[in-house]
């Protein structure tokens, strides 16, 4: 069973960057494919972002197109979330899945505990 632990988020004033981290233990997540999600508060989860196990194919909710960068290290078991040009309406707890490649959250059977990120306008 894999275990993901995402880090990184936090406070942040509009125009600015974060980098979000999701680490993985318990399997190596190489060949699976990954993806990030978020969370406001009262509204239902949305897709950010997803990554096939090799790297080769990425995809954004087109929110965060030219503005987020889905990557990740197999020799770290990590994967990233590059957030720049942040926006107010980019606060949310932002979360990562391990699972299929795509945007239907059913598609993920792992997930992370989320890590708030707050963007001040």
């Known amino acids: 069973q894999v275990q993901l632990v995402e880090s990184g988020g936090g406070l942040v004033q509009a125009g600015g960057s974060l980098r979000l981290s999701c680490a993985a233990s318990?399997?190596?997540?190489?060949?699976?494919?990954m993806g990030w999600f978020r969370q406001a508060p009262g509204k239902e989860r949305e897709f950010v972002a997803a990554?096939?196990?090799?790297?080769?194919?990425?995809d954004y909710v087109d929110s965060v197109k030219g503005r987020f960068t889905i990557s990740r290290d197999s020799t770290k078991n990590t994967m990233y979330l590059q957030m720049n040009s942040l926006k107010p309406e980019d606060t949310a707890v932002y979360y990562c899945?391990?699972?299929?490649?795509?945007?239907?959250?059913?598609?993920?059977?792992?997930w992370g505990q989320g890590t708030q990120v707050t963007v001040s306008s």
């Open positions: 899945a391990c699972g299929t490649y795509g945007r239907d959250w059913s598609q993920y059977g792992a």
């Open positions: 318990g399997r190596n997540i190489r060949t699976y494919d």
């Open positions: 990554i096939s196990w090799n790297g080769g194919n990425s």
